[in-house]
C-alpha cells in the first residue's frame, strides 16, 4: 500500500474515538453484517441510516458486545473490544439504550434510575438527573407503567447518563413518539453534544436525524453503503431516499 495512504490512515484511526473495521455479526448461523466499516469522531453525533433489517441495531448490539458471534475489528481508542464481554465494555465507558427502553415496569422512577452501577467518575447523581429531566422529576415515585412513551424514553437516556459513560449509543430514541417529545429528544440529543458526550445513534426519522447529527452512515445489506455530511443528506436527500426505498 502506499505509504501516504497508510499515513493518511494511520491519522484517521488516531482521530476516532471508536473504529469499526470489517465488522460481520451473526445471529445463530445467520450472517446480519457482512464487513462494516466505520468511525466516530470524539464528540460528534454519528447516525446509522438504512432500511429495517440493513444491521443498525446489530451494528449497536455487536459494539456493546450483546452479539457475541462476530469478527472483524472494534476499537475504542487503541483498545480492542472483539472478545470482551459487555460488562467489560461498558466499564470502558460506553453506554446502550436499546429501542425497547428496558424500563422496569414495577419499579418507580427513582429506582430505575439508581439500578445502574456508576461504572465511572462523572456519572451523573439523581440529583443532576432530575435537574436536566424535570418531567422526571415531577413523576418520580411513578411506576414505569404510568409514564408515557416519551418519558420512559428520558428516563431510558436518564439512566445510562448515570454511569459515568461518554459514548452512547441510542437505538431509535424518536421512534412512536409525539412530535412535540421527538423535538424534545432532539434537543436534548444537542444538549449532550454540548456537553462533550459522543453519541452513536439509529434512526429512521430524516428531518430528526438532519437537525441532530454531523454525519450519516448508510447502511444496506449489514455493509456501509455511504457516508454523508450533514450537508450531503440536506443536498442529496434523493440519493439518500434511494437506500430507504423511500
Same mark, same amino acid.
Given at each position: 500500500?502506499?505509504?501516504?495512504?497508510?499515513?493518511?490512515? =494511520?491519522?484517521?484511526?488516531?482521530?476516532?474515538?471508536?473504529?469499526?473495521?470489517?465488522?460481520?455479526?451473526?445471529?445463530?448461523? &445467520?450472517?446480519?453484517?457482512?464487513?462494516?466499516?466505520?468511525?466516530?469522531?470524539?464528540?460528534? @453525533?454519528?447516525?446509522?441510516?438504512?432500511?429495517?433489517?440493513?444491521?443498525?441495531?446489530?451494528?449497536?448490539?455487536?459494539?456493546?458486545?450483546?452479539?457475541?458471534?462476530?469478527?472483524?475489528?472494534?476499537?475504542?481508542?487503541?483498545?480492542?473490544?472483539?472478545?470482551?464481554?459487555?460488562?467489560?465494555?461498558?466499564?470502558?465507558?460506553?453506554?446502550?439504550?436499546?429501542?425497547?427502553?428496558?424500563?422496569?415496569?414495577?419499579?418507580?422512577?427513582?429506582?430505575?434510575?439508581?439500578?445502574?452501577?456508576?461504572?465511572?467518575?462523572?456519572?451523573?447523581?439523581?440529583?443532576?438527573?432530575?435537574?436536566?429531566?424535570?418531567?422526571?422529576?415531577?413523576?418520580?415515585?411513578?411506576?414505569?407503567?404510568?409514564?408515557?412513551?416519551?418519558?420512559?424514553?428520558?428516563?431510558?437516556?436518564?439512566?445510562?447518563?448515570?454511569?459515568? &459513560?461518554?459514548?452512547?449509543?441510542?437505538?431509535?430514541?424518536?421512534?412512536?413518539?409525539?412530535?412535540? @417529545?421527538?423535538?424534545?429528544?432532539?434537543?436534548?440529543?444537542?444538549?449532550?453534544?454540548?456537553?462533550?458526550?459522543?453519541? @452513536?445513534?439509529?434512526?429512521?426519522?430524516?428531518?430528526?436525524?438532519?437537525?441532530?447529527? =454531523?454525519?450519516?452512515?448508510?447502511?444496506?445489506?449489514?455493509?456501509?453503503? =455511504?457516508?454523508?455530511?450533514?450537508?450531503?443528506?440536506?443536498?442529496?436527500? =434523493?440519493? @439518500?431516499? &434511494?437506500?430507504?426505498?423511500?
Amino acid at each position: 500500500m502506499n505509504s501516504r495512504v497508510v499515513a493518511a490512515e =494511520d491519522s484517521r484511526l488516531a482521530s476516532a474515538m471508536l473504529s469499526i473495521e470489517n465488522l460481520s455479526a451473526w445471529y445463530a448461523e &445467520s450472517r446480519v453484517l457482512h464487513g462494516m466499516s466505520f468511525d466516530v469522531r470524539e464528540g460528534e @453525533v454519528l447516525t446509522l441510516i438504512g432500511r429495517n433489517g440493513a444491521g443498525k441495531t446489530t451494528t449497536l448490539r455487536s459494539i456493546m458486545g450483546v452479539v457475541r458471534k462476530r469478527t472483524g475489528s472494534i476499537r475504542l481508542g487503541a483498545e480492542e473490544l472483539i472478545g470482551k464481554r459487555t460488562y467489560e465494555i461498558a466499564r470502558k465507558g460506553i453506554a446502550y439504550c436499546p429501542e425497547e427502553r428496558a424500563i422496569f415496569a414495577s419499579l418507580s422512577v427513582r429506582e430505575n434510575l439508581l439500578l445502574p452501577p456508576v461504572l465511572r467518575s462523572g456519572g451523573m447523581s439523581n440529583e443532576g438527573l432530575f435537574k436536566a429531566f424535570p418531567n422526571l422529576q415531577a413523576r418520580a415515585a411513578s411506576q414505569g407503567t404510568k409514564l408515557s412513551g416519551g418519558e420512559q424514553q428520558m428516563l431510558a437516556i436518564a439512566r445510562i447518563l448515570r454511569t459515568g &459513560s461518554r459514548l452512547l449509543l441510542l437505538d431509535e430514541p424518536s421512534e412512536g413518539l409525539a412530535p412535540v @417529545v421527538v423535538k424534545e429528544i432532539g434537543e436534548l440529543i444537542l444538549r449532550l453534544k454540548q456537553q462533550g458526550f459522543t453519541i @452513536v445513534l439509529v434512526e429512521q426519522n430524516l428531518r430528526f436525524a438532519k437537525k441532530v447529527a =454531523d454525519r450519516h452512515v448508510v447502511v444496506e445489506n449489514g455493509k456501509v453503503a =455511504d457516508v454523508l455530511t450533514a450537508a450531503d443528506l440536506e443536498s442529496g436527500m =434523493d440519493r @439518500v431516499q &434511494s437506500y430507504l426505498g423511500v
